[in-house]
């Protein structure tokens, strides 16, 4: 075996699987030039921070309403035609993003942008299963999940600097056309997609459902308990960093770009040895990391002490490959796709309330939403520890 044959190997790059997430690095690498910075631009275009919240639910809601019938395309269409149709109505999101000229547009844009980022997810899923076997299939996550989150380190940095040099509404606008042209090579890579599955047309959403491993559903009530933690502070971070703590908004980019950097550096090691003897410990590192997180934030006092805050939040991805794993293991392999749409439909939907919470506490105390995300983050920990059990989890 070859040096890059034994590589190959190493970090199960099976060819539609590379394909697939090298799309998902390109348009990632566009998208992220501005995501981030969103609220400062829905700030711009005067929304207040209840709208921000209100932003951030609508992503859950659309995000959540979105997976079921994105597996369900990706089961019906085919994987390839599927990618297209959802690179194609992203694209009409990013337009309509440029060209808004008062924040309400950018409900609508969001609408369409969040078809790439949610309907998409199951195909992605779907082809890892589709491709690798369950030994490997941790591994295949681990690819997919480093060029996910290495435009996240790059591009950050640049839209960060970007909008600091001509401002956010430009800046912002700026990254959108990059992202469309970024969209179209995305467009060229996805024809090259070749996977044949066999699946059920008949299969309704009830028959998913029933399909679903018994430690599957207690794993996705410890993963809604989780990212209700995750949503009630994600949207409103940002604001909390450059208008709480006072840091601009390239030191925020920074930020981000060292809690991508931390979750790279765990991936690899974490995916193998997660293989190899079991995907609980690394999810409860991970459940663990998007508790402490938010209180980390909050008790930082300087930037030196944030920079240790996002650290803990890169340690959210340890267990990343190894959850998607399982939900892939346990769903069965003639309606795969849409088994990771409707629980990942059952997970955003179950969530949609919490960013718009955290905007409302908000108004509190910046730091209430914080605490609580905090404390909800531990209870779902202890939730996962105890209810799903270890046999299952490897």
Known sequence: MT????????????????????????????????????????????????IIGLFGTAEDFFDAIYQYPGGWLADRLGRRRAFLIFVAIASAGYLVYLFSPSWPFLFLGLALVMAWQSMASPAIFAVIGDALPRERRAMGFTLQSILKRVPIVIAPLAGGALIASVGVIKGI??????????????????????????????????????????????????DVIIRTCEGMTGVITILYVTNVQHFSIARYGTLVAIQMITSIIVYIPAGKIADRVGRKPFVIVTFLSFALFPLALIAASSFTILVLAFIVGGLREIGEPARKAMIVDFAQENVRARSVGLYY????????????????????????????????????TLVFAVTVEEKYAG
Do not use: C, M
Not at 17 to 32: R, T
């Open 345 to 380: 439909l059952v997970r955003s939907l179950s969530i949609t309330p919490a960013a718009a919470l955290g905007g409302l506490l908000w108004r509190i105390a910046p730091e209430v939403p914080f605490v609580l995300a905090g404390i909800i983050g531990l209870i779902g």
């Open 3 to 50: 040096r890059r044959e034994r590589l190959t190997d190493f970090l199960s790059l099976e060819r539609n699987v590379s394909i697939a997430s090298a799309a998902v690095f390109l348009l990632g690498l566009g998208e992220e030039l501005w995501k981030k910075f969103l609220p400062k631009y829905l700030e711009a275009l005067g929304a207040t921070t209840l």
């Open 173 to 222: 606008r700026t990254g959108l056309v990059i992202t469309l042209v970024l969209a179209a090579l995305t467009v060229l890579l996805l024809l090259k997609v070749n996977i044949t599955v066999q699946t059920s047309r008949t299969t309704g959403i009830v028959g998913v459902w029933r399909s679903f491993h018994s430690a599957l559903k207690r794993l996705l009530v410890s």
